[in-house]
């Protein structure tokens, strides 16, 4: 008995197979650059086996996500049997959702509605989540939402500043990467031991999209990420935070559509917009470019401007923990957002972050107060343990 796990995002699509423990993991993959940018090499396709045995690598002829997913679930029916459930990354669950949910046709309308809230992602996950209802319709096919973990925050860390009918609209902050910050919470208690680990921790994941929350006593308390994914950091190709102004501004004096807006936004910006080399840190790192570095520093200080705005909601820090591709392998942008943060009490240790490469590890001075620490995430671990726990609670449905 099998649970498949799938995550759709706007470049890559990552998959898994566990035991239906959902800790077991059976193999992995992902399809990669995917999506409109010609710039990038042709998507490639690979798979191996939880044991690191490779089982597949190929490229396909079309970058289309949607034509993307079809491949991927032919090939999943010849590999995977039995499975018992899917599930699916969503990354917007909107106010309602704040538990993994069966993907019926309420369900899916609901979350269609949601598409704008997420124009990067809702559509991917919603389209792979019909293709394979359709490829596997025996099996249970669960929402698993990234809003999810943050809907233990308070309605004042909920609110932004605008009248209350707009609130009780849905016009609110929901924050994201929440099936990545549970798993990293999941383990803060032995990782960080038992009083650290329930204490006040930010996290900070720095992946394509980038994000900070702020964690008390492993529950969600307030996060950087809002009522889209534009919010807060500075991401690959995304602003974060910016003055409402510029948009208006962009409409009324440069004649930017609506549409040319969110292009802008979701697409032109982040590292990708102020390099105008690329949306990848390990380019920009490579590149000896100023524009590169510029972009590398942007992304640091807005990260740490985040942080530090976040230890306000979580009334101090005890650590501060680093997750996801950057936030696992850049030693430069971890230290470039840590010098910036020493006035909280942070001492990095140099070596330790420099030998950290994607491993769980202490990364500051034995007396720094707070503590530094790199913990690799796993949404796809976190997608199975959710629906094994779906599937034990359900089980005599
Ligand atoms: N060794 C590395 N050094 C610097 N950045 C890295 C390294 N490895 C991966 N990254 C960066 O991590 C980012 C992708 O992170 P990831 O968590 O895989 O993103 P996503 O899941 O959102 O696609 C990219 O900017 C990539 O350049
Ligand atoms: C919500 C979000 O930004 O996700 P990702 O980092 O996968 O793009
Ligand atoms: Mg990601």
Redesign the pocket.
């Known amino acids: 008995m099998t649970i498949l796990t799938l995550n759709a995002?706007?470049a890559t699509l990552k998959f898994a197979a566990y035991f239906d423990d959902g800790e077991r993991p059976l193999l992995h993959g992902q399809i990669e650059h995917l999506g409109p940018s010609t710039s990038d090499p042709p998507p490639r396709f690979y798979a191996c086996r939880a044991d690191g045995q490779h089982l597949l690598e190929t490229v396909l002829p079309q970058r289309d996500p949607e034509t993307a997913l079809h491949h991927l679930a032919a090939w999943l029916e010849t590999e995977v049997s039995s499975v018992t459930a899917v599930s699916h990354r969503i990354?917007h669950g909107g106010p309602r959702y704040s538990r993994p949910t069966l993907l019926d046709d309420e369900a899916f309308d609901y979350l269609e509605g949601l598409v704008p809230l997420?124009p990067?992602?809702q559509p991917h996950g919603l389209a792979g989540a019909r293709i394979l209802q359709q490829q596997l319709p025996q099996a249970r096919h669960l929402a698993c939402f990234?809003t999810a973990f943050h809907r233990t925050q308070s309605e004042l860390q909920q609110r932004y500043a605008l009248p209350e009918e707009l609130f009780r609209l849905g016009i609110r902050r929901y924050g994201?990467?929440g099936l990545s910050y549970q798993y990293v919470a999941e383990q803060l208690p032995q990782v960080l031991g038992e009083r650290i680990g329930r204490g006040r921790v930010i996290i900070v994941h720095l992946?394509?999209?980038a994000s900070a929350c702020a964690v008390v006593n492993g529950r969600s308390i307030a996060s950087s990420m809002g009522f889209t994914?534009l919010e807060g950091l500075m991401m690959g190709s995304r602003c974060g935070r910016i003055d409402p102004g510029v948009l208006l501004y962009l409409q009324d004096s440069l004649d930017f559509s609506s549409a040319d807006i969110a292009d802008l936004l979701y697409r032109r910006s982040g590292l990708l917009g102020v390099s105008g080399i690329s949306h990848d840190m390990r380019q920009l790192q490579a590149s000896a470019h100023p524009a590169a570095r510029r972009a590398v520093e942007l992304f640091c200080l807005m990260a740490a401007r985040e942080i530090a705005s976040l230890v306000v909601s979580s009334g101090g820090i005890d650590a501060l923990v680093f997750t996801a591709g950057i936030g696992e392998h850049s030693a430069l942008v971890r230290a470039g957002i840590v010098e910036r943060l020493e006035w909280l009490g942070f001492r990095l240790d140099p070596e330790a972050n420099h030998q950290t490469i994607a491993t769980t590890s202490c990364i500051s001075d034995p007396g720094s107060q707070p503590s530094l620490w790199v913990i690799p995430t796993n949404e796809e671990a976190m997608l199975a343990r959710q629906a094994a726990r779906w599937l034990e609670e359900h089980q005599s449905a």
Do not use: E, R
């Open positions: 995002g706007s990354v997420a990067l992602h990234d994201f990467h992946g394509n999209g994914a």
